[in-house]
């Protein structure tokens, strides 16, 4: 997949590839600093926290797979609009 608005992949990160057990040339660096992070609980990935609370996304390779820009988009839509009808 080439470099796009879903997709770019780093080389010159000093972090690349950030998580284990995805194929370098599938990595995808886009969402560096996981958008679903602040979901807390709420999240889709794979986390846990760690004895000084401090959630641990480790072990999570969503924001990383090439074919989740889709899938991150859509649940922050999810989140965006359940906090516009919280304010009513």
Excluded: W
Aim: aromatic fraction near 14%.
């Amino acid at each position: 997949m080439k470099n796009s608005y879903k997709f770019f992949r780093n080389y010159d990160c000093d972090c690349f590839p950030c998580h284990d057990g995805i194929d370098p040339e599938r990595f995808n660096c886009l969402f560096c600093y996981c958008p679903l992070y602040l979901l807390d609980k709420r999240c889709i990935g794979q986390f846990v926290y760690t004895n000084r609370n401090v959630k641990c996304c480790t072990q999570c390779s969503i924001p990383h797979e090439p074919n989740n820009y889709d899938v991150i988009v859509a649940e922050l839509k999810k989140e965006i609009n359940q906090n516009a009808h919280r304010d009513d």
